[in-house]
């Protein structure tokens, strides 16, 4: 019998929209895990084509993830990433969102990842999410995190989560730090979506979407994605400079690059932006 698991993993298209002050779109189709923290050693132990922290076709390392650059420190890496993040929510008086935690990301591919953007999805006993951490790496080796607890009112009735937060982590050097982010979920389950409207004085200036479909997590799966996105992971990053390129090209301002926040995650005390933010360790 085939091993079910609640892991999957998710195909689809990411886009980009620039609405100023120059017009860019990009259109890339890629593949993302979603990996349950409690099962990744049975997904392990029961796939040939992926494996923890060792090289494989496929692989994770929790050593990629956690915020442990960019004001995090390199001690982080010695303890699993699940502990890490339990550690975090305690801190932060959601210890009990730890009860499930499950992780949207790429994942190594032949060895080599990176990951602009993971989503944790941290869920209470009775199966509710109750905190969502983003956490976004730049291509300078930094890493932060947003933790934003889920209020009442963040899900509607069809099950999207919208959430907000201040820009506080240098990412792009065509954008400024004074901005805000507009998260919009749709929930795993037979499909994923994830939006992203970047907003600042002036209003939106560039929109973000990732939306796939949901397939098991099998060795048959797995070798399909991989003749499909060959090298996936590595033309992410070809494809990041190959679009910065072409903003320069269209004469891009560039934005200096400020020191990363002295602490690795930023706690979002509500959903909102500028006025919403605490830098709560």
């Given at each position: 019998m085939t091993q079910k698991f609640a892991s999957a993993l998710y195909e689809g298209v990411v886009t980009h929209h620039r609405l100023r002050p120059k017009k860019h779109k990009l259109r890339y189709r890629v593949f993302s895990?979603?990996?349950?923290?409690?099962?990744?050693?049975?997904?392990?132990?029961?796939?040939?084509?992926?494996?923890?922290?060792?090289?494989n076709l496929f692989s994770f390392h929790d050593s990629d993830h956690g915020s442990i650059k960019g004001g995090g420190t390199a001690a982080g890496a010695k303890t699993d990433l699940r502990t890490r993040l339990e550690t975090v929510l305690t801190a932060n008086d959601l210890g009990g969102c730890a009860h499930k935690i499950e992780l949207?990301?790429?994942?190594?591919?032949?060895?080599?990842?990176?990951?602009?953007?993971?989503v944790y999805f941290c869920h209470r006993s009775d199966g509710s999410v109750g905190a969502v951490i983003y956490e976004v790496s730049n291509t300078f080796g930094d890493r932060h995190s947003y933790l934003i607890p889920v209020g009442e009112n963040d899900i509607d009735k069809k099950g999207v989560l919208r959430q907000s937060c201040a820009k506080g982590f240098y990412v792009s050097p065509?954008?400024?730090?004074?901005?805000?982010?507009?998260?919009?979920?749709?929930m795993p389950g037979d499909n994923v979506a994830l939006g992203i409207r970047e907003t600042d004085a002036k209003g939106a200036f560039l929109n973000a979407v990732f939306a796939g479909d949901r397939n098991e997590l099998s060795d048959r799966k797995l070798l399909g994605a991989f003749i499909r996105y060959p090298l996936m992971t590595l033309k992410v990053v070809a494809g990041i400079h190959w679009e910065?390129?072409?903003?320069?090209?269209?004469?891009?301002?560039?934005?200096?690059?400020?020191?990363?926040?002295?602490?690795?995650?930023?706690y979002v005390l509500a959903t909102g932006t500028k006025a919403a933010q605490a830098g709560k360790r």
């Open positions: 895990f979603l990996l349950d923290l409690d099962e990744i050693d049975d997904i392990a132990a029961r796939l040939r084509l992926f494996s923890r922290n060792r090289f949207l990301c790429y994942p190594r591919l032949l060895g080599f990842v990176f990951n602009p953007l993971s065509f954008i400024d730090m004074e901005a805000d982010y507009h998260f919009r979920i749709r910065a390129l072409l903003l320069w090209r269209k004469g891009m301002t560039f934005h200096k690059r400020p020191a990363p926040p002295s602490h690795p995650v930023t």
